[in-house]
């Protein structure tokens, strides 16, 4: 037999419609108001029997098939929002990585402008609470055999609130029409994540969401290899030969000289000690590298051909000897 047709209960009756049923019939059934009949302790345990199951049935259905145990009629006019996360990349320099700052992020939603990411705006009156229309409760929680209301967050269960929901931004706190910015920490690696809350949310699609933001170092100019960061100068052939200084821009802007002796080879490194990223395994920084490159001599004339060779001839001829050659 149905357990509702047992109840005398339509099928798509409620938790309280059951409810109520059960403690009608079993008041009429229990076995001490029939003590003369043999088979009223049966006849009770099979009411107990159907409305379990018709208990089991009811907290099986979808929320919006079964009335009485769905959500209250605000929360059903107004579904929670689906949520979702998404990944994105962001592009930043060594100068940013080493000393952080705010970057924007590419298809993220910024913070209202005109709620500041509040979601509300206040009306400087109190009026009734538009999400649980004034009832303080904004859905129902359903368990095997007891419902409890939940209290309405926006008004903290009093039904009046002096705020309305932000109507540009759909009480999100974020638009899709404003910049997503984020501000960076000092020190960031390649590859490093982080999370802006709700900047993936849609307000006009009802979703809520954040981004995780993916950290990329590119840079022309500077890479960062470990703890240091390293640079490349070219010398011209003569002034690698003879020796001198040369001015470096470190990430930032500052000017720092380097002095490189007489001989300085191709691929040569030169350290300069804190100057670099903060050191992940010990205190400290690690250094600022000038690696120096020679600049090839473009061999455009008789004159310069002449003179390479001439200056091929003189450095052979002073490693033969150990001599200068004059």
């Given at each position: 037999m149905n357990p509702f047709d047992y109840l005398g209960?339509?099928?798509d009756a409620g938790l309280q419609d059951a409810k109520s049923a059960y403690r009608r019939l079993a008041k009429a059934c229990h076995p001490d108001q029939h003590p003369d009949d043999p088979d009223a302790p049966r006849k009770f345990a099979l009411l107990h029997e159907a409305y379990t199951e018709?208990?089991?049935?009811?907290?099986?259905?979808?929320?919006?098939?079964?009335?009485g145990r769905g959500p209250s009629a605000s929360s059903a006019r107004k579904k929670p929002p689906s949520s979702r996360t998404v990944w994105r990349d962001v592009e930043i320099d060594v100068a940013m990585a080493l000393s952080g700052g705010e970057v924007t992020i590419p298809g993220a939603s910024g913070v209202c402008d005109h709620c500041q990411g509040e979601g509300r705006i206040p009306l400087g009156h109190e009026t009734e609470c538009a999400t649980c229309e004034g009832s303080?409760?904004?859905?129902?929680?359903?368990?095997a055999y007891i419902s409890v209301s939940i209290q309405c967050h926006e008004c903290d269960g009093t039904?009046?609130?002096i705020f309305v929901p932000c109507h540009r931004c759909g009480?999100?706190?974020?638009?899709?029409?404003?910049?997503c910015r984020t501000t960076l920490p000092p020190n960031v690696r390649e590859g490093?994540?982080?999370?802006?809350?709700?900047?993936a949310s849609i307000p006009s699609e009802n979703v809520r969401g954040d981004v995780q933001i993916m950290v990329k170092v590119v840079d022309r100019?500077?890479?960062i290899v470990g703890d240091d960061v390293e640079t490349t100068v070219m010398l011209d052939l003569w002034d690698a030969a003879k020796g001198g200084a040369v001015a470096v821009m470190q990430p930032g802007g500052e000017k720092v000289t380097l002095k490189y002796p007489a001989g300085t080879a191709?691929?040569?490194?030169?350290?300069?000690?804190?100057?670099?990223?903060?050191?992940?395994?010990a205190p400290g920084r690690g250094d600022f590298v000038v690696v120096a490159a020679i600049r090839p001599v473009v061999n455009s004339n008789p004159e310069i051909a002449a003179a390479l060779e001439a200056l091929r001839l003189a450095v052979l001829a002073e490693r033969r000897t150990g001599q200068p050659s004059r």
């Open positions: 209960v339509p099928h018709a208990i089991k049935q009811i907290a099986a259905r979808p929320a919006e098939a079964s009335p303080g409760k904004s859905g129902t929680r359903y368990g039904g009046r609130t009480g999100f706190g974020v638009s899709s029409t404003t910049e490093d994540t982080f999370r802006i809350d709700g900047a100019s500077y890479r191709h691929g040569r490194r030169f350290r300069m000690p804190g100057r670099g990223m903060e050191r992940l395994s």
